[in-house]
C-alpha cells in the first residue's frame, strides 16, 4: 500500500513550509526581496532568473509569473529565464563551458540594479556562482535561493532564501511557494 508513504511525502512538505512560517529572520529576507523586486520594476530594470535543472523549470516558472500574469490583466514585468534559449546555452556549453553559461549571457543582458535570481537547491552550482559573480560585477543585485546551508552561496549574495531543509524536493517546492508570496505582493502593489 502506498497510502501511508503518500502520506509521509506530503507531511514533509508541510513540515517544511512550517518551518518557513516560524522563521521570522527569513520572512523578512522575503519581505526585503518582494520591495527590492517593486523598487526595481519601478526603475525599468529586469529580473533574470537562472538555475539548473528542477531550479531551471523553476527559473521559468517564476519569470512567467511576472512577464505575465500572476492575479491580473496588467502589463508585462520584464523577467526572463536565462536557459530558454537552447541554441545559446549549447552554444557556450559547447565553445566554452557549461560552468559559463549564465555567466557569459549576464556579460549581455545584466545591468546596473537589474536583479538575478540565483537558484541552486546546494548553494554549490558552479555555473550559478560564476553567474552570481558575474552579476556583481555589473552592478546587479543578487538573490539567493537555496537549501539550508546556502552553500557556496551562502555568503556571496545580498540576499538569501535559505529553505529550511536538505531535501531537494521540500526545497524546490518550497521556492516556488516563496517565488509565488513574492509575485503576488509585487504584482498587488504595482497594479
Known amino acids: ?3 501511508p508513504k503518500i502520506e509521509s511525502i506530503i507531511k514533509a512538505s508541510i513540515k517544511t513550509k512550517e518551518l518557513l512560517v516560524d522563521d521570522k529572520s527569513l520572512l523578512n529576507t522575503i ?3 518582494t520591495e527590492v523586486c517593486i523598487k526595481a520594476f519601478r526603475s525599468d530594470k529586469q529580473i533574470l532568473f537562472g538555475g539548473n535543472g528542477g531550479s531551471a523549470a523553476d527559473a521559468q516558472h517564476l519569470a512567467a509569473e511576472f512577464s505575465g500574469r500572476f492575479y491580473k490583466d496588467r502589463d508585462p514585468l520584464n523577467a526572463e529565464a536565462l536557459h530558454v534559449n537552447t541554441s545559446y546555452i549549447t552554444a557556450v556549453a559547447n ?15 545584466g ?9 541552486s537547491t546546494s548553494g554549490n552550482s558552479i555555473n550559478i556562482i560564476k553567474a552570481i559573480q558575474q552579476a ?6 543578487t538573490i539567493g535561493m537555496t537549501g539550508i546551508t546556502g552553500g557556496q552561496m551562502k ?7 535559505n529553505v529550511p531543509s536538505n531535501d531537494t524536493p521540500r526545497i524546490q517546492e518550497t521556492h516556488i511557494v516563496v517565488g509565488h508570496i513574492i509575485c503576488e505582493l509585487v504584482e498587488a502593489r504595482l497594479f
Open 155 to 161: 555568503n556571496m549574495c545580498d540576499y538569501l532564501i
Open 95 to 109: 565553445d566554452y563551458s557549461y560552468d559559463d553559461i549564465y555567466s557569459h549571457i549576464i556579460r549581455a543582458k
Open 136 to 141: 556583481k560585477k555589473q552592478g546587479m543585485i
Open 31 to 33: 519581505e526585503l526581496v
Open 1 to 3: 500500500m502506498l497510502i
Open 111 to 119: 545591468r546596473k540594479g537589474d536583479i538575478l535570481f540565483a537558484i
